[in-house]
């Protein structure tokens, strides 16, 4: 009998869709021996490279359900495939700590219920009379942020690790910059149609395409809704001799917008729910305001570059959508939020899903 591994070298695996969740799954399935076909004509305009790339692992509150068995799964992932990855970008890292802030008490006592109940040693509140705290309300002239740390929480930069995940890729997958316009199964193959009419034949499809994918499954009749939902960032420039960001953590979310420092003088806001599609016009206003008062050298700041992603949410089930439709076709997206996050258990669930089919 034929070894799984021989099969699996013999087995081709069509990706449809290059952003973070389709990048992850080539690269876990080619590690098993598939052969594989990624397949995309807009890789580097996609939400993944918008992505901010916090991870918001153990900081998050619902620690029951598949929400958090998938944050679970990729929290023990992330470090081993940091590893692998760090053969092809040595500086590829996960910064550390994360930190989550808000002035408003109701929110503040469910960090302290949360950090009570659960008892772990690397999640911890953060006092106004902590250090991290003082800076903070010091910067941004407040008296009344408070917060909670988790210290092995943190952020990956999402354009390093796509490009990344790219280098590991090369010479391994075949890669085409094509507009998948049809799927369809006949004789125990699947054939995926591109836009210039070209028929690329798999065993299996997996469909990581964000928005895109009703299109692709409708005439396969599966009830899968998805919405677009924008996010958006911006960076500031700062011009204010008092401040140097630096002081400020690497990373740190206060009343729901994401900051990351990234010199003395400069900072990336990012804000990721907006039931829209077009970026706002007056996105400085709408994104720098999360406090009461801003300090003058936010309302002063200059945008220095600015950015969005659509990702895609799915309505009447929960996010991601990952679904195994049988006969070889399988859906791996939804990502509204979280997507960096969750790659590695997502694809994990994926690889699974192909195991047992070909077993
Ligand atoms: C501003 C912003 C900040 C964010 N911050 C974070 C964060 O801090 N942490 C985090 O974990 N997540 C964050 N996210 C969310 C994260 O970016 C998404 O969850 C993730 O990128 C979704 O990845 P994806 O691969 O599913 O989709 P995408 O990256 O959108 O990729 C889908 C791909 O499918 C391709 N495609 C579509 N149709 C076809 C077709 N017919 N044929 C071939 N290809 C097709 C598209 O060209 C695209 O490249 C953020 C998002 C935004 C916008």
């Not at 999640?123 to 909670?148: P, V």
């Not at 990956?156 to 790219?166: C, F, M, P, Y």
């Not at 995926?192 to 299109?215: E, G, P, Q």
Request: hydrophobic share 40%.
């Amino acid at each position: 009998m034929k070894s799984l591994k021989e099969n699996f070298h013999k087995s081709h695996i069509v990706i449809i869709g290059s952003g973070i969740i389709g990048k992850f799954n080539a690269l876990e399935l080619r590690e098993l021996g598939f052969q594989i076909t990624l397949i995309d004509p807009a890789e580097q305009k996609n939400s993944s490279n918008a992505a901010l790339g916090l991870l918001m692992g153990n900081m998050y509150q619902k620690r029951s359900g598949r929400s958090w068995d998938l944050r679970k799964q990729s929290i023990e992932l992330w470090p081993k495939w940091i590893v692998f990855l760090q053969k092809f970008n040595n500086e590829l890292n996960i910064k550390k700590p994360l930190i989550q802030l808000t002035t408003n008490e109701e929110k503040f006592k469910k960090f302290e219920k949360f950090i009570y109940k659960n008892n772990d040693p690397n999640l911890k509140i953060l006092e106004k009379d902590s250090i991290i705290i003082e800076n903070i309300n010091k910067a941004f002239q407040t008296k009344n942020i408070k917060g909670m740390i988790s210290l092995e929480d943190g952020r990956i930069n999402a354009v390093s690790l796509l490009r990344t995940l790219d280098k590991s890729l090369k010479n391994k997958i075949n890669f085409i910059d094509e507009e998948i316009i049809k799927i369809k199964k006949s004789r125990n193959q699947w054939f995926v149609t591109t836009k210039n009419n070209r028929d690329i034949k798999s065993d299996v499809v997996i469909l990581c395409n964000s928005l895109k994918t009703v299109d692709l499954i409708d005439n396969l009749s599966h009830n899968i809704k998805l919405k677009p939902v924008l996010g958006q960032a911006v960076e500031v420039a700062i011009n204010d001799e008092e401040v140097d960001l630096l002081t400020l953590p690497k990373q740190f979310n206060i009343n729901g917008k994401n900051i990351i420092p990234i010199s003395k003088s400069k900072l990336i806001i990012g804000s990721t729910d907006e039931y829209s599609l077009k970026p706002e016009k007056n996105i400085f206003e709408k994104i720098t305001n999360f406090l009461d008062n801003k300090p003058n050298w936010l309302i002063k700041g200059q945008i220095t570059k600015k950015w969005f992603g659509i990702r895609s949410r799915p309505e009447g089930e929960p996010s991601p959508i990952m679904k195994n439709l049988g006969d070889g076709l399988i859906i791996c997206t939804g990502f509204y939020k979280n997507g960096i996050l969750l790659a590695p258990a997502c694809s994990k669930w994926v690889a699974n899903e192909i195991k047992n089919y070909f077993s």
